[in-house]
């Protein structure tokens, strides 16, 4: 039996971490799924100028006229996603619904985000990392 490791690829111990790894990945990715704090409000900014800013709680269409095309904003149920964009590539209707502090919607093609933030304004970054 130990003849079969002396050349193998991978140890017992290398088979260990790998799964150690794997158990911490997914500890991390449920923590960010379920303890971000919800959002209360939208800012929508294009070309880096302040489009508007939306209350989550009020269920509303956006119609967005922008120099290099249109989006149709959606805010319904405390979320937001983009439901129509003329831009060529679509990514940014493929992004989903977004409700979580610091989550964004980005329209490259149309220079667009829009960033769901909490009641304080913040992105949650402290004074040293922000």
Same mark, same amino acid.
């Given at each position: 039996m130990k003849r079969m490791f002396d050349h193998a690829i991978m140890t017992k111990a290398d088979l260990l971490l790998l799964a150690a790894a794997l158990c911490a990945a997914l500890l991390f990715v449920l923590y960010l799924s379920f303890a971000g704090r919800e959002g209360s409000r939208v800012r929508v900014v294009c070309a880096g100028s302040l489009q508007g /800013?939306? &209350? @989550?709680? /009020?269920? !509303? /269409? #956006?119609? %967005? &006229? %922008?120099?290099?095309?249109?989006? %149709? @904003? #959606? #805010? !319904?149920?405390g979320q937001v996603w983009m439901e129509e964009a003329d831009c060529p590539d679509g990514l940014c209707i493929r992004q989903g619904a977004v409700s979580r502090v610091g989550e964004s919607i980005i329209c490259l093609p149309h220079e667009l985000v829009v960033t769901v933030e909490g009641e304080d304004g913040g992105d949650g970054l402290d004074g040293v990392a922000g």
């Open positions: /800013e939306y &209350s @989550l709680q /009020e269920d !509303r /269409e #956006i119609a %967005l &006229s %922008l120099e290099n095309g249109t989006n %149709l @904003l #959606i #805010i !319904r149920n």
